[in-house]
């Protein structure tokens, strides 16, 4: 999920682009009328319990003593089917006459009259009004529900007449006829095994005709309820047949579930660390305990992996992606989609389609990529997750391409995605990314997402078949796509009923006898044999056996020894040891540290964003974590303050009274009367806060009305806790908050938010980073002190998420700080200087300034490393820093990126030699400065681009290609890393020779020894280049195959084979010649040798 955090660029550039959010000819059909009374299931009609309304507005369940009954009233009377009713005799189960005339409804038939269900006197212009695509469509102006749907009457045409009701059965009886080609020859009540149904779920020709089918028994609110959200997380799905919403989660490195303040989530390394552990069958591990955490939170799909190229070395969320190689990311990003998906019930969602790599501008910056490069380059991970990877879903980015967005771009979802690469999964929108309703309906965009007031599709896109702008049969291959999916999911399989329904989804296999040589796959109801005579099922008999249903309520993550292990040893996979003077690590615990750095106090363990997740617990602390690894010889000084925000208050500096969670609150209405906090009036909630550090949801949060309060409610609170200072002096306070506040320590204001004169905000959009007003105040060590939030909505009520963070410290001078760090490090024998990034700046919806180390940690670093020649510098970030000027001083330099929940276990490992020792490798190019990149300094036409525009004028040269090709030489090459011991390539062979037919993979095989005295891991990397005779395009080469070695002991031989893949030989013209070249990184070459593919 994108959507939520905003690019405060745009207001500015929109102006220069002159793009609208919509952009098609319907903007006037919106209605904008999301309301709905509480009586037909709207938004406000929410249960005394707060149940989540089920069904669409306007919309009435059936009873389930309903369905029964007519589950045991279908016209299929007996296995075989009664097929003796003929001329005017009607079917006594349905009332429904078989040659399609007139139905004749029985009292019991009356009583069942759905108000999903159109009124019409004949079962034939029933189907009609549902399925037929010669007429336009319009609600029928005596009907409150915008599910009926009547043909449009003509000019000379009057008003249909309101017509006595039509029974479930008729009417889903004449669709059946209309729609469903059915074969009497098998019975329904013939069953499946789980092990055939199992198997017949897996073939897509199956699947297939099965979504097909499905979607022709749909009317066309409840097909536009599939590609639309209910709310943030669901679509609508198909309540009246049973069939439940699919749950969208954020990911990739957590699973979130619902809700952003819990219950809490594994947190696995960004996608940096990954990508680093150059190690495929690690990354399908993590992904099988995301795919096992998605389940327990209840989603469906899982929103990951983003297998977007690392372009902009500033990119708000380069942490987010897994390298700027395409073979590296492809290989990675199909193990993590084989992953999650391997996990019965879960499916994967790659995002984001394509070429978003910069959150400068995203909502409508243009990339301009030819389509070669487009190809060769930023699409193939995307084509790995459909190819290798069969991903269920595509997220489309929020830009365009070459002029045309993404969720609308016809030749890039149906040409290159559907028909190239034969995907059969479901296209969604990111989050508000949707712009146009019929561009996007017949580009190929099967869901829009999240529910809001001007969405594209929803009541919009109903409303445009009702005046015929669009036809069902543009809506109904959508739909079919979604259903795909859920078939895929397993969401219509007898053991996800709950018990509720008495057959499965194997009764409707055998009904429609698929796959079926005969049948045709073409959903369009004027290919099916529809007006043929042949047995009839009942069609509501039929659907009621669909059982679907949603998963279990979410659960906290099980955050068991096993996932814990998995973690600790991907976090220490994805560390990079980038140098290693006089190998002063591993570390020695007879030796004295000094550790500085706030980071080494709290280190960061995920980005900013739609990625945050309230992780669970570990620790946090690189000193804490010494410790307990047996050094006794350790001091800490912080240095320097380097997060943008001061620390969230947090026990024990902060907790509540009773010691029960951190803060108690109450929650007043005010939508009546504003004010302050009176002690007489009844609280509406009373709630605990149990976790103030949350990412980016830091401090009081709620991302719904808690309780009993309306989400349009204005409201006031007050939350109390106990400070307890640890340290005698003075603190800073901060806070900013969404709406207003003021704190009092013990009855004393002392500070409110916003400043006098200035206007709350309704909403903290987290990307703009809102101002924080800090104050000082004195506070006692030993002392308890009573802290008192009164926290107050906007007058109109309020947007959700609110949020009111409060942070704060004891205040030390910072050059008294940096001396204080220069003296600890000049008395130990070792300094550890952990300095980085935290998740309010690499962040998503915001691009970082530039590839400094924030506030004056540099100055530390500097400083430390002067003091102290056995410094090792451990950058905890999501992208790569300027290194100088202390880059020469520091003895070594560790990459721990942001390591997830087990990060400081894992760096430790890493520190002591334990484990494998280091084993990462840089998945992208470490640049010296922002201007050797291919992108270059900003600002300028490829980055962050111009007229709306971003040109791609690198072409192939992403990444290292660029500094190979154009001889620069970066701070720390791509694939580069080291380890506590040393490697010997000692043979590379073609056991094939050298000339190859087209189409055909070339294996190598790579001779390695390890030389030193520990054991080792080396990740082997085999590049390609092609050498023409004419050079038409830039000379480069590219990473083609690469295997991280098994541990080796000191003295270990190992033969390793790789294989180039068919695919990356490719060439316009024969003979071609190409040079392999093989080594430990692009930049380090053991041996070179040329093939020819004739």
Avoid at 196 to 218: E, F, G, H, P
Avoid at 229 to 248: M, S, T, Y
Avoid at 485 to 514: F, T
């Amino acid at each position: 999920m994108d959507g939520f955090f905003f690019d405060f660029d745009v207001l500015e550039d929109k102006k220069e682009a002159g793009v609208q959010k919509e952009s098609g000819e319907h903007v006037a059909a919106r209605t904008g009328d999301s309301q709905a009374s509480p009586e037909a299931g709207g938004e406000g009609g929410d249960g005394p319990d707060g149940e989540e309304e089920a069904f669409p507005r306007g919309v009435t369940p059936l009873s389930e003593e309903v369905l029964a009954q007519e589950n045991e009233s279908s016209c299929w009377h007996s296995a075989a089917g009664d097929s003796s009713a003929t001329g005017a005799e009607s079917c006594r189960s349905c009332s429904t006459w078989q040659t399609g005339g007139s139905a004749t409804p029985s009292e019991r038939d009356e009583n069942w009259a759905h108000p999903m269900l159109p009124r019409s006197d004949t079962c034939s212009s029933l189907a009609s009004s549902w399925c037929s695509d010669s007429e336009p469509m319009t609600p029928t102006t005596a009907q409150t529900s915008q599910d009926r749907w009547t043909p449009a009457p003509t000019a000379n045409s009057k008003q249909p007449e309101p017509q006595a009701p039509v029974s479930i059965s008729a009417a889903t009886n004449s669709l059946m006829r209309f729609g469903l080609p059915l074969k009497s020859k098998v019975a329904v009540s013939e069953p499946v095994d789980a092990a055939k149904r199992d198997s017949i779920l897996d073939d897509d020709d199956y699947v297939s005709k099965l979504a097909c089918r499905t979607a022709q028994t749909l009317m066309p609110s409840e097909l536009v309820g599939l590609m639309c959200g209910k709310d943030f997380w669901h679509n609508h799905g198909v309540p009246r047949i049973g069939i439940p919403a699919i749950c969208f989660s954020d990911g990739p490195f957590g699973v979130r579930g619902t809700s952003w303040s819990g219950p809490c989530s594994v947190v696995t390394p960004c996608g940096m660390a990954l990508g680093s552990s150059w190690n495929v069958d690690l990354v399908k591990q993590v992904g099988t305990m995301l795919g096992e955490e998605a389940k327990t939170k209840g989603a469906n799909v899982l929103l990951g992996p983003t297998v977007n190229l690392a372009r902009v070395p500033i990119s708000g969320r380069n942490y987010e992606m897994m390298g700027e190689d395409p073979h590296l990311v492809s290989k990675l990003g199909v193990a993590y989609v084989q992953g999650v998906q391997g996990v019965e019930g879960v499916g994967a969602c790659v995002k984001h389609l394509v070429a978003n790599d910069q959150e400068r501008s995203r909502f409508f910056i243009s990339a301009e990529v030819d389509h070669d490069v487009l190809h060769e380059v930023h699409l193939r991970p995307f084509e790995a997750a459909v190819k290798e990877g069969h991903v269920m879903a595509v997220m489309t980015a929020y830009n365009r391409v070459n002029g045309v967005f993404c969720s609308e771009h016809k030749w890039l979802l149906e040409d290159v995605l559907r028909k190239t690469w034969g995907f059969k999964g479901m296209v969604i929108s990111d989050w508000g990314g949707a712009h146009d309703t019929e561009k996007s309906l017949k580009a190929g965009l099967d869901v829009e997402m999240p529910k809001s007031d001007d969405m594209t599709y929803g009541d919009t896109l109903q409303k445009m078949l009702a005046e015929g702008k669009v036809s069902v049969s543009d809506v109904r291959p959508r739909a079919a796509e979604v259903l795909k999916v859920m078939a895929r999911l397993g969401m219509l399989r007898e053991e996800n009923s709950g018990g509720k329904r008495n057959s499965s989804i194997s009764s409707i296999s055998n009904a429609w006898d698929l796959p079926g040589a005969n049948d045709s796959p073409d959903m369009s109801p004027a290919s099916s044999p529809s007006h043929s005579p042949r047995k009839k099922l009942s069609c509501c008999s039929l659907i009621s056996q669909l059982s679907f249903t949603e998963f279990a309520r979410p659960k906290p993550s099980p955050n068991t020894r096993e996932q814990q292990d998995l973690l600790q040893r991907a976090a220490a996979e994805g560390v990079v040891l980038l140098k290693n003077k006089d190998e002063v690590l591993p570390l020695s615990r007879d030796r004295s540290i000094a550790v500085i750095g706030q980071n080494a106090a709290s280190i960061t363990v995920m980005g900013g964003g739609s990625t945050t997740v309230l992780s669970n617990r570990s620790e946090r602390s690189l000193v804490a974590q010494l410790r307990t690894r047996g050094f006794e010889r350790l001091s800490y000084e912080p240095g320097c303050r380097t997060g943008h925000y001061l620390p969230t208050l947090a026990p024990p500096f902060l907790r509540a009274k009773d010691g029960r969670g951190v803060l108690k609150g109450e929650f007043y209405d005010e939508t009546a009367r504003r004010g302050g906090i009176q002690s007489n009036r009844t609280p509406l909630v009373r709630t605990t806060i149990q976790h103030t550090e949350m990412g980016n949801w830091s401090g009081i949060f709620f991302d719904k009305p808690p309780g009993k309060l309306a989400s349009n409610q204005a409201w006031s609170a007050v939350f109390e806790g106990v400070l307890s200072p640890e340290v005698t002096g003075p603190y800073e306070l901060g806070m900013f908050a969404s709406g207003s506040c003021k704190v009092f320590i013990d009855g004393n204001l002392v500070m409110q938010y916003p400043k006098p004169g200035i206007a709350p905000m309704a909403f903290i959009p987290l990307a703009q980073m809102a101002p924080e007003v800090r104050e000082v105040v004195d506070l006692e060590a030993g002392r308890q002190y009573e802290l008192k939030i009164h926290w107050m909505s906007t007058k109109d009520a309020i947007m959700y998420p609110a949020q009111c963070h409060i942070g704060g410290c004891s205040i030390l001078d910072e050059d008294k700080w940096m001396d204080r760090a220069e003296e600890a490090a000049r008395k130990a024998d070792v300094a550890l200087v952990c300095v980085g990034t935290d998740h309010w700046q690499e962040c998503e919806g915001r691009d970082q300034a530039s590839m400094a180390l924030p506030g004056r940690a540099s100055e530390l670093v500097h400083r430390v490393a002067k003091a102290n020649n056995r410094t090792v510098v451990i950058l905890n970030v999501g992208s790569p820093k300027e290194l100088e000027p202390w880059l020469g001083d520091a003895a070594a330099l560790v990459a721990a990126w942001f390591g997830g929940q087990e990060a400081v276990a894992g760096l430790v490992d890493v520190l002591l030699g334990e484990g494998d020792g280091p084993s990462g490798r840089l998945p992208v190019t470490w640049p010296r400065c922002l201007d050797d990149g291919p992108t270059g300094k900003p600002p300028n036409a490829r980055y962050p681009g111009e007229a709306a525009k971003v040109r791609y004028d690198e072409g192939l040269l992403l990444g290292y290609r660029w500094y190979v090709s154009n001889e620069i030489e970066p701070a720390f090459p791509f694939g580069h890393g080291l380890t506590y011991t040393f490697f010997e390539y000692i043979d590379f062979c073609l056991p094939d020779g050298v000339s190859y037919a087209v189409g055909k993979p070339v294996s190598v095989v790579v001779t390695v020894e390890n030389v030193g005295d520990i054991r080792g891991v080396e990740v082997i990397q085999l590049y390609l280049m092609h050498l023409p005779k004419v050079c038409a395009r830039p000379v480069h080469k590219k990473l083609a195959a690469f295997a991280k070695v098994p541990p080796l002991e000191p003295g270990d031989v190992v033969d390793v084979q790789l294989e180039v893949a068919a695919s990356l030989l490719q060439v316009d013209k024969t003979p071609a010649e190409f040079e392999l070249l093989v080594g430990p990184s692009c930049a380090d070459v053991c041996f070179t040798k040329r093939i020819t593919v004739v």
